[in-house]
């Protein structure tokens, strides 16, 4: 069976029309950027279609960035200079595997670089860049200024 690609997705879904896919493409091979992120920059398809379709094409379930709260324990799991280099947002520890949202969770380069990072195995899921790095600032920045004022009071 063919793996299908995300333009077609999104057509079968009647999300996109053939002729605005073939537009979409044609900009995508001028700027070299994933058609994901075109589609959405140009409003032709919602953030909602576009992760339910790439959640379907990529295999990975979805993860809606950035999440109202992360424990503290799970954001130590993974050196924030890690998450910013890999695009990664660690979510969830459950035993020895940590639920990380990823920009591109089917690259194994970066999900090694986290399982040796963390010691823990990674479960993969899906989500935009943007999305991710806004998490990223949100949950670390809160955690760096944690570390800081406890290191003014001597607490740890």
Do not use: W
């Not at 953030?47 to 990975?60: D, S």
């Amino acid at each position: 069976m063919k793996k299908q690609r995300l333009g077609e997705v999104l057509v079968q879904r009647r999300s996109l029309t053939e002729e605005d896919l073939s537009r979409a493409i044609a900009i995508q091979q001028e700027k070299a950027i994933p058609l994901g992120e075109l589609l959405l920059q140009s409003g032709l398809v919602s953030k909602t279609e576009i992760a339910a379709a790439l959640a379907e094409v990529q295999g990975f379930p979805y993860a809606d960035c950035p999440p109202p709260m992360i424990e503290p324990e799970v954001l130590a799991l993974l050196p924030h200079f890690i998450a910013l280099r890999c695009c990664a947002l660690p979510l969830q520890s459950k035993g020895k595997t940590l639920v990380v949202a990823m920009a591109d969770p089917q690259n194994l380069l970066i999900r090694d670089e986290l399982r040796f990072s963390t010691g823990m195995e990674i479960s993969p899921r899906f989500s935009f860049r943007d999305d991710i790095l806004a998490g990223i600032r949100k949950h670390y920045g809160r955690a760096e200024a944690g570390d800081e004022s406890a290191a003014e009071t001597g607490e740890k």
